[in-house]
């Protein structure tokens, strides 16, 4: 038995509590959704409904998508887990993590987070356009990770060196004045 990290640990509990809860609303609870609830619970960050098929059916065969996929919405009715989308589309995660927003390379599909100060002032900038306030936790900015840009920057330069593209004066890099 591999070492379980301490999220594992806490989720035993979580799932018991959590069981619990959907219980008390009326939910039929059957093995099948409890060990989808407990997949969603031990992960930190992102699990795409495939992932969580494909895990609990370690366990349990008779799984299948649409039973998982109903159940992750029904944890998100209840407001266990929150569902963003993402570069290989929806994903979900518990929702006492914390807020962020993903940014998602289009060309590798590097994935990464901007931190809470980072979103403030991003909202910030945005509610001074007649007060709208943008939820930037449902959808991933998307855009070219630092490697990617700098991958791309560089076969532009080989092409426009190559004479593929007119340069149009873009290759004059004078300095000021
Ligand atoms: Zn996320
Ligand atoms: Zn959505
Ligand atoms: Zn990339």
Redo the contacts with the bound molecule.
């Keep these: 038995m591999p070492h379980l990290p301490c999220s594992s640990l806490v989720a035993v509990d979580r799932v018991g509590t959590v069981v619990a809860m959907l219980r008390e609303r009326g939910y039929r609870i059957t093995p099948q959704r409890e060990a989808i609830l407990g997949e969603v619970l031990r992960t930190d960050?992102?699990i795409t409904p495939q992932d969580v098929t494909r895990r609990v059916q370690r366990r349990l065969p008779a799984v299948n998508a649409s039973t998982v996929y109903r159940t992750l919405a029904m944890l998100e009715d209840v407001g266990v887990v929150r569902h963003?989308h993402l570069e290989r589309g929806a994903?979900y995660?518990r929702t006492e993590?914390p807020r962020?927003v993903?940014l998602a390379c289009s060309r590798c599909g590097a994935e990464d987070?901007l931190s809470a100060d980072e979103v403030t002032s991003l909202e910030r900038v945005i509610g001074r356009h007649r007060g709208f306030a943008p939820d930037l936790?449902h959808f991933a900015i998307s855009g070219l990770c630092a490697r990617c840009r700098l991958e791309v920057e560089a076969a532009t330069r080989r092409r426009t060196r190559a004479g593929q593209t007119p340069a149009r004066g873009r290759t004059a890099r004078r300095g000021p004045g």
């Design positions: 960050g992102h963003a994903e995660h993590e962020h993903h987070d936790t």
